[in-house]
């Protein structure tokens, strides 16, 4: 009879909980601060637009809202969303590989949100892909299907993003928890951090390659200034200075948005980490320089240069990846965070120019008819940023992102007590 | 149990005759070897009379074009398939004889090892034992890869359908599991396309050009083109100025995914023990310099 007394008070206690959760998540999701905002007006239209545009999209077929056609199955939708963000998203495979493999301190306050920007770039970007398969409810047929297709690059890069998402969201997950104060949930998956990141520097590496390795099966359609068996290796390599950029460019908006919750530790380092992430990006840009060189001279498409897609070609690499290098450098050498910013959005531009060169503007760069995008593709591409940007504004309004959580500083004394400890027994 | 007499007379005469009735097996044996069955296009007996169109336009109950089959307007511009029309029929100039046009017949050429199916991560386009390349729509979620790896530009996809599909010739696969040839070969007046396996095509089109030397390029398009494929073309003219594509190379396009496929069991054993033993000596380098910096 007590037991059983015991037992619906227990239950009610569970009850009582789930409750209060309930309203602890309703009450978080109420937006913070002022909804007239500019941004706000702006972001809003563009959403409930291209949601009603993507609405079209599914009741009338994709030919009705782009302009794709049977020579040009991949549009921006893929070329933009797909190569573009999977790109710059890679600036958290190389963070967590800067502080968590080679631990660099230093970049420690801005793990955390370079892998939420990962994190949300993934989730978008493979939702963006959802709009632009023509039968998205079979997207489950690779991972669970009877029908693997093994000799398929796009099958790995599948597979890869599902793993890799998982890897970043258990990565960030310490911040959710912190959100949450679950602090036995916190040490769990604080202790899966390193497998996490080793895991997702290896996925990483493999799809980010990937993505260039899927235009090896095109070497006919491909103008040869930019069909190489190098695709996948430079797709790799810039996706290490485009995801760089991309970490100095958000850091440059975060500071200015969300001044009053950054941390005092970031706040202090801020311009040397921007200065150190520039070095990094001068290294990957040579790298990349270096292979496009070798590419030229194994090829010996020389006599193309002088072709109206040949002085595409230069401005490409002449003007995106040599001039960032010696603009980077100057930068570095005065210590000038602005010039590190300017050169940043220069390089990632032309990381954008990249991704759409090969995937449309060199693709079939001898058709008759070409290939733009439509408005509504734009539109919805725009949709898909706002909606990012939205979901990433939410977050750090709420997690301690830029802060590091007090318990967990509390931590990082225990080390220096034993170095304590050890120098008292040594002397 | 029991069997009256004319059960076991029905039984006897049915296991007689199907033991009698060797045709059948015997193309159910030629059907399961891995001989593939192709088609041989030669383009000099042509006459453009769009049989062929009209044929796969039934078989695959495909919808009415606009103009009848009976009409040559459709000459005056040069097609591609589409959704709606596996096969077309182009007209070009012939250099050598200006009073008889060439025609082409486009349509999937069937690689023997096609760059579609081994892009497909669904496994939605197969390579058949019997050699056609077909299409489960079932499994297909619409990525269009298909259509960016083929050379020949052949899968074509429903743009303006919600629930739209890859469509191209299957060569006719029912008819050909049914023992039977696909719809065009049937339907064509002057031969013009054959249908067997493609060894014995290839035999069939180096014979030809022996024969007539002056007649033919000595080239069957499709013998080594992108690794080879089921459907073959014979010409008098050049083929590049037929259409077709003769810089495609002869590497079969698997292959040029393959060397990267090799190497990703490569970097997942590679990649991690690198990472773990950079993570080792980075943490010894940490703790070396705490020494140095409390000494």
Known sequence: MKRKNNDTGRARNALHAVREFARFLASEMKPKGKIGTPFNVITGTIIVVGIALIAIRFYLGLGAVTNLSQDYPWGILKGFNLFVGVAFAGGAYVLTFVVYIMKLKKYEPIVRVTVLNGFLAYVFYAGALLLELGRPWNVVNPIIGNSFGFSSVLFLIAWHFLLYIICEFIEFSPAVAEWLNWEKARRVVEKMTMVTVIFGITLST??????????????????????????????????????????????????????????????????????????????????????????????????????????????????????????????????????????????????????????????????????????????????????ELWVFRWVINRMPVFTEHPKAAKEEIIPVAEVVRWKASAS | MSVNRRDFLKLAGVTGCSLLAGAPRRSEAAMASTEFYGMLVDTTKCIGCRSCEEACNEQNGLPKPEVPFSSDSVFEQKRDTSPGAFTVLNRYPNAKNPGSPVFVRRQCLHCCQPACASACLTKAMEKTLEGPVIYHKDRCMG??????????????????????????????????????????????????????????????????????????VHHIYGEHEVGGSGTMYLSAVPFEKLGLRTDLGTTPYPEHTSGFLYGVPLVFVLWPSLLIGLNYLAENGNKGKNHEEEE
């Not at chain 1, 040869?224 to 430079?234: D, Q, T």
């Not at chain 1, 897609?309 to 570095?332: D, H, R």
Request: aromatic fraction near 16%; include cysteine.
């Open chain 2, 143 to 216: 990525c269009r890869y298909c259509m960016i790896a083929c050379p020949h530009n052949i899968p074509k996809f429903e743009y303006e359908s919600a629930f739209p599909y890859i469509r191209k010739c299957i060569f006719c696969y029912d008819r050909l599991k049914a023992g039977g040839r696909p719809a065009c070969v049937d339907a064509c007046p002057e031969n013009a396309s054959l249908f067997g396996t493609r060894r014995d095509l290839l035999e069939i089109a180096r014979t030809r050009i022996y024969e007539n030397p002056d007649k033919y």
């Open chain 1, 206 to 387: 493999l799809h980010q390659s990937g993505l260039g390795a899927l235009f090896l099966l095109a070497p006919a359609k491909i103008h040869p200034l930019w069909y190489s068996n190098y695709i996948p290796v430079l797709f790799f390599v810039s996706s290490i200075f485009a995801g760089l950029s991309m970490v100095i460019i958000e850091s440059t908006f975060t500071h200015k948005v969300f001044h009053d919750k950054i941390g005092n530790t970031l706040r202090a380092s801020h311009d040397d980490i921007l200065l150190g992430l520039a070095k990094g990006c001068i290294g990957a840009l040579f790298a990349y320089l270096f292979l496009k060189v070798i590419e030229m001279v194994h090829g010996g498409h020389w006599d193309l240069l002088a072709t109206p897609m040949g002085y595409w070609y230069l401005v490409e690499v002449v003007g995106f990846v040599v001039l960032p290098i010696f603009l980077f450098g100057a930068a570095i050498r005065r210590r000038s965070v602005r010039l590190v910013q300017f050169t940043s959005f220069f390089t990632a531009l032309g990381v954008i120019l990249n991704r759409l060169n090969v995937s449309v503007i060199a693709f079939k760069w001898y058709a008759p008819v070409r290939y733009y995008p439509s408005w509504i593709e734009i539109w919805v591409t725009l949709a898909v940023i706002s909606m």
